[in-house]
């Protein structure tokens, strides 16, 4: 009995310890996101920014039906001072056509395709941009990947927060305003849940990047080995923060959203990306096994018995208030995330929010089951650290 009540006091502890833990973080990304981002930025520039050039890397590979509006804005961004590298792998690839008709359209762009790639291991991001990465002309680089829309001064918003110590920009992952259930999950997702774990690391100084929109100094990048010393790994935006990380560089977040506006999308799709993103963190950060308590329900499961054990209150009462606290604080986070109107309605909204919520645990049980990542033509098999090898048919 002994053990047993010493065992219940640990839970109980862990559960004050977790409620701590997570509203801490639901208080700094809704408080960091007022305070941080769709801020006006002074048109006085830094001398670094004046004279720094940028080379943007762009990984194309198929075309959906927003591929062409996507592309198309990064052609009219108001910079003074920068170069598209258009990165297909396959001449007959359809994104090749696109590609072509913008440079025509836009001849007054310093816009370059490169067709073919070069093997330099088994990421086909990396394989794909290695020839726009060896041609880049500029000090700064930033890869971009295709799903993204910018506005004219996305660019600008990028280089104002690149200063003297900063050797990584990252836009927080968001998605645009599209019709469909699906695209109204995205977007619940990359509103509440995502933004809340990615804020809170970069807040207390844990380097968490994603790759879909970053600003990076070359040289430091080449002190690295290059875009080559990343084609080992999946995750290769997690080992070029590190990288840059472990050299003395600091990061910055830009004050506008990594906007993704893919054509193509459904439930199954989101799924199917979460699934492979936990794979990955679980295999990259051992830490990761942790991430089914840190999500709404179980997390007041937990916290709901830690109160019923110290405090006699009902159990299932404290369950659904406090869950009713966090669908409040995600949909402040949300709109706050959005900087403007959302483009559904608050029912919308409760019935994702719920769908999203009910989905974590799954997610993450369907990663652990399962190690292998089936990523754009190919499939791999993870190996502890992030490396990994690709799984060839015969």
Not at 131 to 153: F, N, Q
Request: aromatic letters at 12%.
């Amino acid at each position: 009995m002994a053990v047993l009540d010493v065992a219940m006091q640990g839970l109980a502890v862990f559960g004050f310890l977790l409620f701590s833990v997570l509203w801490l973080m639901h208080l700094m990304s809704i408080i960091y996101v007022r305070l941080h981002l769709h801020k006006k930025r002074s048109e006085v520039k830094a001398s670094f920014v004046q004279l720094a050039g940028v080379s943007l890397l762009k990984p194309l590979k198929g075309v959906d039906p927003n591929l062409i509006s996507n592309l198309e804005t990064f052609f009219t961004l108001d910079y003074p001072k920068y170069e598209i590298l258009l990165c297909v792998q396959d001449q007959d690839d359809p994104a090749v056509d696109v590609c072509k008709k913008l440079l025509g359209k836009y001849p007054n762009v310093d816009a370059r395709l490169f067709i073919g790639g070069k093997k330099v291991g088994i990421n086909p991001k990396i394989n794909n941009l290695m020839p726009g990465y060896e041609g880049a002309k500029y000090s700064l680089v930033w890869i971009c990947d295709s799903g993204i829309r910018v506005k004219p001064d996305t660019l600008t918003d990028l280089a104002n927060q690149m200063t003297e110590k900063v050797g990584l920009v990252h836009g927080l992952p968001y998605v645009a305003d599209r019709q469909g259930f699906a695209a109204t999950l995205e977007q619940v997702y990359f509103g509440t849940s995502h933004p809340r774990s990615y804020i809170s690391a970069n807040v207390t100084g844990i380097k968490c990047v994603t790759g879909m929109s970053c600003l990076m100094r070359k040289d430091v990048l080449d002190q690295a080995g290059g875009l080559v010393a990343f084609a080992q790994y999946i995750a290769e935006d997690y080992f070029m923060a590190k990288a840059i990380a472990d050299r003395g560089w600091k990061f910055s977040m830009a004050t506008q959203v990594a906007l993704q506006n893919s054509g193509s999308y459904s439930i199954g799709q989101f799924q199917s990306r979460m699934i492979r993103w936990t794979k990955l963190r679980i295999n990259m950060l051992p830490a990761t096994v942790l991430e089914p308590v840190s999500e709404c329900f179980l997390a007041s499961l937990i916290i709901g018995w830690a109160a019923h054990h110290v405090f006699r209150w009902d159990m299932m009462v404290f369950f659904m208030c406090h869950c009713l606290a966090w669908f409040i604080s995600d949909y402040i986070q949300l709109t706050g995330v959005q900087g403007g109107p959302l483009c559904f309605s608050k029912l919308d909204f409760a019935v994702a929010w719920f769908i999203r919520e009910s989905m974590a645990v799954q997610i993450f049980l369907s990663a652990l089951w399962d190690p292998t990542i089936s990523w754009r033509t190919g499939r791999y098999r993870l190996r502890c650290g992030g490396t990994a090898e690709e799984i060839l048919d015969v």
